[in-house]
Each structure stands twice: as structure tokens, then as C-alpha cells.
């Protein structure tokens, strides 16, 4: 027997391993419902960051979700060729520790965004600005942005996230006011968009 022992990660193990005493097939059964199990975690919390993102709505919206789904792509991959990789008894380790580093990722994003939002007492400051134009992407994300002319320097336009009762409300040329939360941790999000 070659290879790794999938259960403790020990090189070329005997049959049963005699690090951890588990045969390769039992080993291979339990790697492979572990990983299972791991991306069903990491989809969890990735749903847990929709509902996050709707109660407290970060400035850079947009931002946090391509991150987010960039780190999916590449756990989803990840999975499947660690479960390639598992059959074939080729070395995983290295990728497997990657993808337990970007297993708790969503989870952390999403609890980041309820503390910076939940526990955030400061009094939002008044921004005023004009609605530019306005996207809306239909699908589970219910993407609406309000694109509007930025007041942070070095940034032309703001993609502000709203509900759908705003989305309809506003319409381009629309002065605008917005109410940002500084966020506890930093991270600006909005409280509410007025009528200006
Ligand atoms: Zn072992």
C-alpha cells in the first residue's frame, strides 16, 4: 500500500494504519463523508451572508460578494479534486488544509457583518447625493443597486444596495439622501435612503 492514509494524513501507512488503526477503505469512507459534509457547511454559510446582507447592508456590497464568490469557486473545486484525488490515493494534504482554512470564511463574513451592523450605536451621518442610474440582477441574490455620485474621494460612483420598495421609489436625476452607519468593525452600511 502507497500513498497517504486519508484518515491521518501518515505516508505510505500499512493495512491497517498503524498510526491510527483504520483500514484504507474505512478511511477513504469517512474522508469522503467528511468532505461532504464540509462544503454542506460552507454553503450554509453562504446563505447565512444573504440574510446578513439584507439586515445590514454593507457600502461595498458588491465587493464582499465577489470576494465571497471567488472563495466558493475555489472550495468547490477544492472538493472535487480532493475527492479525485482521495480515489486515486494521490497526495492531498496541502489542498486539504487550504480547504479547511476557507471552510469557516462565509460564517466569519456574515457574523462580521451582523456584529458590525447589530452592535453599531453611533448616529448615521447624512449623505446627499443623485441617483446616476439604477441595476437590478433577478435570480436568488435579488441584486438592486441605486448607482449614485460618490462622496468618498477617489471614487466616482457609489452602488448603493436598497430594498425593493426604494428601488421603485427612485428614479435617475432623484436627489437623494442616504444615511450610512460607520459600522462597528469599519465597514459603512446603509441605514436608510431619503428623499432629498
Ligand atoms: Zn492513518
Keep these: ?15 491497517p494504519c498503524d498510526n491510527c488503526a483504520s483500514t484504507a477503505a474505512l478511511s477513504e469512507f469517512i474522508f469522503r463523508r467528511r468532505l461532504l459534509y464540509s462544503t454542506a457547511i460552507f454553503l450554509l454559510g453562504a446563505l447565512a451572508f444573504l440574510p446578513a446582507m439584507h439586515y445590514y447592508p454593507p457600502l461595498d456590497a458588491d465587493g464582499m460578494m465577489i470576494f465571497l464568490g471567488v472563495v466558493a469557486a475555489v472550495e468547490l473545486v477544492l472538493a472535487v479534486v480532493l475527492d479525485r484525488r482521495a480515489r486515486q490515493a494521490e ?8 480547504f479547511r482554512g476557507l471552510l469557516p470564511v462565509p460564517w466569519l463574513l456574515s457574523l462580521l457583518l451582523v456584529l458590525n451592523g447589530r452592535f453599531d450605536t453611533s448616529p448615521p451621518y447624512r449623505e446627499v447625493t443623485r441617483v446616476v442610474s439604477k441595476f ?3 435570480g436568488v441574490l435579488h441584486t438592486r443597486r441605486l448607482m449614485v455620485t460618490s462622496w468618498r474621494p477617489g471614487q466616482r460612483i457609489e452602488r448603493v444596495p436598497v430594498d425593493e420598495d426604494d428601488f421603485a421609489r ?7 439622501e442616504i444615511l450610512v452607519q460607520p459600522g462597528l468593525v469599519g465597514i459603512p452600511w446603509i441605514y436608510s435612503v431619503l428623499r432629498h
Design 91 to 98: 497526495p492531498l494534504e496541502a489542498l486539504r488544509r487550504i
Design 136 to 138: 437590478a440582477m433577478p
Design 1 to 15: 500500500m502507497t500513498g497517504y492514509c486519508l484518515n491521518c494524513g501518515a505516508q505510505n501507512p500499512s493495512e
Design 170 to 176: 427612485f428614479r435617475n436625476g432623484d436627489s437623494v
